[in-house]
């Protein structure tokens, strides 16, 4: 397999044993910080991240700093409150990306066709706090049918044939041949005419992959511009390399990272191009009229930026003012419940995007332990030294608690003990 892999390939690497050596090496592990929360992660000092509050809070996701690069580069052509759709989004890291680059602004539609990957990126979406998004569960290839001409942004983050890991991931070698790639190619072109259909005028389309063959990548490009007149090739700066189909037009305008000619070993293959429909537009909408603070919101923060609170049954969430019709799986997140007697409860994912609004007086800072036990989900003893309900650990937000018989009963969403992000 890894001979026809070569044989595929090594036309358009130079030094294709020192290329080799180099996927065959595991990259570093990284993750990004949430920014837009505003919430000093770096108080705290761990040994591993996932041992974190702050990882456990969702203030931070594990991810290649190579996968940053779309939602980073997509993100930095976008206009004020931007309406973006991620095409093919699960598990969501560059969704939860998107959502904190444009400060929860504007509105970010994510789609997943497959159930099982739709629920993981359910579960990052709200654990990130990405409460500027609505879910779609469609084939990408259909979507230009019910939004073209809309978007501001699209990513498309393709499925693709994953050659990053070919020499690490057995699974990922195994399905590996030359006929794959080209079925790949073909879903590709594909979904990339649908992505570009749906942007509106002036607007950005980025494409991404984790592999290296040129059918799924510069081709892809080539088939989109030879496709759509108005298509024009942003050309990327950056300090990684340019192409390498032979494809001048293409090749000098979008990034690869081959981890061969790459200094560390921080970064995983991958290749980014972005294209503007006609002349690039940085006309966005208008920032959002304050709302009206509703005293669910009084009770807890001093101020929340533009929202809409929707209540379905009594659990309430927060979402986006922007409007969109769709048949959305999901929108916002969980921002709490009503509860007995005109209470309501609020959830911890909500004090985790939110905590930097909080009143100071609602707020309990806890020791790490607390902390720590908070969020394996044991209830903690009522004191006089422990009474507020909101709990804080050297000012990250840890959860919220429900005085009830001398305990302070943990509220946190059950879900969040046993969820898993699914890595990809
Ligand atoms: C590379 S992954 C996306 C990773 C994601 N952007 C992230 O950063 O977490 C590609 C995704 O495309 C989805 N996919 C496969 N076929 C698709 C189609 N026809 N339309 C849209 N998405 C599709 C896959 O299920 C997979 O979740």
Redesign the pocket.
């Known amino acids: 397999m890894f001979e026809s892999f070569k044989n595929h390939l090594s036309p358009y690497i130079n030094d294709w044993d020192a290329f080799f050596s180099a996927i065959s090496v595991r990259t570093e592990r990284s993750f990004r910080l949430t920014k837009s929360r505003n919430i000093p992660y770096e108080n705290e000092r761990y040994d591993k991240i996932t041992d974190s509050i702050t990882f456990q809070t969702g203030g931070a996701y594990i991810m290649n700093p190579s ?1 940053i690069l779309p939602a980073e580069i997509l993100a930095s052509h976008m206009p004020a409150e931007p309406l973006i759709l991620d ?8 969704t939860c990306a998107l959502s904190d680059l444009v400060a929860r602004g504007g509105l970010i539609v994510a ?4 159930p099982a ?1 739709l629920k993981a990126l359910h579960f990052n979406l709200e654990r990130c706090g990405a409460w500027n998004t609505k879910t779609l569960s469609h ?3 259909s979507l230009s049918r019910f939004y073209s001409g809309v978007f501001d942004g699209v990513l498309l ?4 044939s994953h050659e990053n890991q070919i020499a690490t991931n057995p699974k990922i070698a195994s399905q590996w041949s030359p006929a794959y790639v080209q079925e790949l190619a073909k ?1 590709q072109s594909q ?1 990339i005419l649908s992505a570009y259909d749906c942007l509106k005028e002036g607007g950005v389309l980025v494409y991404s992959t984790c592999t290296f063959s040129v059918e799924e990548n510069e081709r892809i490009i080539r088939h989109l511009l030879d496709s759509r007149e108005d298509a024009e090739l942003i050309k990327l700066e950056h300090q990684f390399s340019r192409g390498i189909s032979g494809d001048d037009t293409v090749d000098e305008c979008v990034l690869r990272i081959l981890p061969h000619l790459q200094a560390d070993n921080m970064h995983d293959g991958f290749f980014v191009a972005a294209i503007s429909k006609g002349e690039l537009s940085l006309n966005g909408r208008a920032a959002p009229a304050p709302t009206p603070q509703d005293k669910i919101v009084d009770e807890f923060f001093t101020t929340l930026p533009p929202h809409i609170l929707k209540d379905v049954n009594g659990q309430v969430y927060i979402e986006s003012t922007v409007p969109l019709r769709g048949d959305f799986r999901r929108t916002g997140m969980v921002f709490g419940k009503r509860a007995k007697r005109d209470t309501f409860e609020l959830s911890s994912q909500a004090l985790w995007e939110f905590g930097a609004l909080t009143h100071a007086e609602l707020r309990q800072e806890v020791s790490e332990s607390i902390a720590h036990d908070y969020l394996k989900g044991f209830d903690t003893p009522l004191t006089n030294e422990y009474n507020r309900k909101l709990f804080f650990y050297n000012g990250i937000p840890v959860g919220v608690t429900k005085i009830v018989d001398n305990m302070h009963k943990n509220k946190l969403d059950r879900y969040f003990l046993y969820g898993k992000t699914i890595e ?1």
């Open positions: 996968s095409l093919s989004a699960a598990p969501g890291g560059k789609n997943e066709p497959s990957r084939d990408g290839r983050d393709a499925p693709c879903l979904l990809w």
